[in-house]
Every structure is written in C-alpha cells, then in structure tokens.
C-alpha cells in the first residue's frame, strides 16, 4: 500500500475522529445548558428558554389511537411479520456450481400515525400553555400486542391487505403522553396572542425544546453518556489509526515517534480545547441569563407602576386621600427600576398592604368590579415582582457555584469573572406599611 492512499486512510480517520469530538461537545453544551437553568414556576415564567415541571392537563384532551388513553400527544407503529426461503448459488474453490437455500424474516411497518394538541402545564403556582409541535416528544408505552389473523385487532386497526411471505403475525405499539402525568419541559417562552400570558412553544433560534416524562436527572445523565460515548469513539478511532500507521507504514526503515502517542496527546489537547470552550460558553450563557433575570424584576416594577394609577381613580370615588397615602403612592410610582444589590437605593414597599388596609377602611370597594380587577391584577403582579426575584437569585447562584466548582472556576479566573451579589428580600421588600384612612 502506498503512501497516499496511506495519508487518505489516515486523513479519513481523523476527519472521523474529530465528528465524534463534535459532536461529544454538542451534548456537553446541552447537559450544562439544562444544569444552568433554574426550574421556574408557571407563573413566574418570562420570555426565552425555560424549564418547567409539572403535570399534563387538558380540556379537550387527545385519545390515543390504540390504547384509548385521553393524553396530550400518541404516536404509533403497526408492523407486520414475514418469512421466506431463499435459494442462491455459489462456487467453490474448484470453480463448480452450488446452490443452497437459506431463511430471510423480519418486520415491515404496515401502518403508523400519530398527533399531538396544545395542553396546559400545571403546578402549584397555576397552569401555563403548551404548543408542542416541534418538540422533541419523550412518552411511555401505553399498548404493546401482538397478534395472528384471528385476533379481531388483526384488521381493525390497520389495512386489510398483507405484504408478501406473510406470516400473519402483527406487532401493535404506542407510545402517549396521558394526562395528570408528571413532566419535565424545557423550551421557548414568547407572549401569548390571545391573552396577557405566556406559553411553551417551538422557535427556530432556541438551543431546545424538549417535552419527557423522564426526570430532570435522567434527561441530563443521558446527555453526559454521549458526552463520553463519542469522546471514547474519537479516541479509539484515533489510536487505531496511530497504530495501524506504526506497523503498517510504507517505509519502516525510518524512525518516527510512536504514532499512538501522537494521535492519544493530540485527541487530548483538542478535547481541553473544546472543553475550555465549552465551558466558557457556558459561562457567557449564564450571564446573559442573569441579565434577563434582573431585567424582568424592572418589568415587573414598571408593570405595577402602570396599575397603581387606574386603582388610585377608583378608590378616589370612595374617599378622599389623606397626604400620607398620597405620598407612599407616590414613593411607590418612581419604583421604575430595582436597585441592585448592595447599592443604595429606595426604600422598596408591596402594594398589598396597603390596599387590604384602604379596603378594611372602604367596605364599599369589595363590590366594586373595576377595583376588584385591578386588585387581583395587583396581587398577581406582587407575586410575579416576588418570583422574578427568587428567578434571579436562581440564577446568580447557579453563575457563582459555577465560579466555585472545580475545574471551572480556572476558567473563570482566566477570564477575570466575578461573583454576583444576590437579591435578599429584606433589601428589596421592606416590612408591610401601616397606613390610616
């Protein structure tokens, strides 16, 4: 063999190597991505990728072709048993004429389907909307049959008609996602069109979306086996390589440097490569990450800036404002933007204690269908304004772990990052306001 069509084997066997490496790194990424990302709550849910737990709910829910389970999404696959005989000839080392026969089998899909809806995410904070189209599916098996001609299942959920060298065997499975059963999704969360809300749907732009019954632990241990998987596939590629090279060069004569030593330093340098960067990434992701989290606690505030004035024309129908309401309200209208933590700021109050007290003192506004609107408008926004805060201490925490665990807090001292400080709730929301009407 010469020595080209050596450099092809040996340039074909890297290209190979380095597939592998790539695409151990693409699950690295993933599996970091989903221990990055903090669990949110369905109503503490805000724009980008999100990671949500609970269970399948549905008005109007789906039921599964074969198993007649009510679920959010089933798919299914009916395949059909064949047999045959094959006769084929052959020479020997003479040079004469055989012939011999020998048994094919094996199953052929006869017919398949399957659908899924949208459907709502509970858990113990509310519902939240689901549009599963585009997302990776992980279900359980709900129907698993198989059956001869005489079963009345046979024909009744599949063509009549049966493919060649039939054995009249068929194979009937399903897999669903039933309802009230507990979920684990990771997706993409944009506004709802129809109401103020948010929802769980597909985005071109989004690293994942991922609707499983697994738990959180098995979605993400499963990523870190491909991860070594197709690490440990790069490495044997390159070393057979190496020493399929070492022993079967073209000229032996001359003395090389043992090629297996070569191939197993480089494969290792090029992982710590891509390891350093994956794990920087993962570090950039995570501020940007906490970006966002801070972000949503001024959206939150600038949300409640914009609703105490339709309650203050409300209650102003019922009594007139005393000078020290009229000032904490005030206060509470330049809270456009949170301070951050440690740094001086306003002093911050809830909106809720205030408004039990104005409704103790105004009996009259428990009737009252705008004030009663605007009241649940304004408690809701007091929890969302409490889980963007806990979202974002989520968060930090998760970056500052990340700068503290070993081997990636080198990386972060390489790139000079710097712990964040968190939100407390004694800085943010100060003890409730008593206030006389």
């Not at 501020?287 to 949300?303: A, F, N």
Request: proline share 5%.
């Amino acid at each position: 063999m010469n020595s080209s069509i050596w450099l092809i084997i040996v340039l074909a066997g890297a290209a190979i190597a380095i597939v592998f490496l790539f695409l151990a790194f693409r699950a690295l990424g993933k599996k970091r991505l989903l221990n990055d990302n903090p669990t949110s709550k369905t109503q503490g849910v805000f724009i980008g990728l999100t990671e949500l737990k609970g269970t399948a709910e549905a008005d109007n829910p789906l039921v599964s072709y074969l198993a007649g389970v009510p679920c959010a999404h089933y798919s299914y696959k009916v395949e059909e048993h064949w047999s045959r005989i094959v006769v084929e000839t052959y020479h020997d080392s003479k040079g004469n004429a055989h012939t011999r026969t020998r048994t094919e089998s094996g199953w052929k899909t006869v017919g398949s389907g399957g659908t899924a809806a949208p459907f709502y995410l509970k858990d113990d904070t509310g519902i939240l909307r689901i549009l599963p189209d585009g997302a990776k599916i992980e279900g359980k098996e709900v129907f698993d049959k198989t059956v001869n001609r005489g079963d009345p299942l046979y024909f009744d959920k599949c063509p009549n008609g049966e493919v060649a060298n039939s054995t009249h065997r068929r194979r009937f499975q399903e897999t669903a996602v039933p309802l009230h059963t507990a979920l684990y999704i990771v997706g993409h969360a944009r506004e709802r069109e129809d109401i103020v809300a948010a929802e769980i749907a597909y985005d071109n732009a989004a690293p994942m979306f991922i609707i499983s019954m697994r738990t959180e632990k098995q979605v993400t241990s499963g990523y870190g086996s491909r991860v070594w998987l197709w690490a440990l596939l790069g490495l044997v590629v390159s070393l057979g390589i190496a020493v399929a090279w070492q022993f079967l060069r073209p000229d032996q004569s001359v003395t090389v440097w043992p090629a297996y030593a070569i191939a197993g330093g480089g494969f290792f340098f090029v992982f710590l490569i891509g390891w350093i960067w994956a794990v920087y990434n993962s570090f950039v992701n995570l501020k940007q990450r906490v970006k966002r989290g801070w972000s949503q606690v001024d959206i939150q505030l600038k949300r409640r800036n914009d609703l105490i004035p339709n309650l203050v024309q409300v209650v102003e129908g019922y009594r007139n404002h005393e000078k020290e309401t009229q000032v904490l309200v005030a206060g509470m209208r330049t809270q456009l933007s949170a301070t951050p933590p440690g740094v001086e700021g306003p002093d911050f109050h809830g909106v809720v204690p205030l408004l039990k007290a104005t409704v103790e003192n105004y009996p009259d506004l428990k009737a009252n269908e705008q004030f009663l609107k605007r009241q649940r408008s304004l408690v809701e926004t007091e929890q969302r304004i409490a889980l963007a805060r806990d979202y974002y201490n989520d968060i930090a925490t998760f970056y500052n772990s990340r700068l503290e665990i070993v081997p990636d807090r080198f990386i972060g001292s390489i790139a000079r990052l710097k712990p964040l400080q968190l939100m407390s709730a004694t800085d943010f929301e100060r003890a409730p306001v008593e206030v006389r009407l």
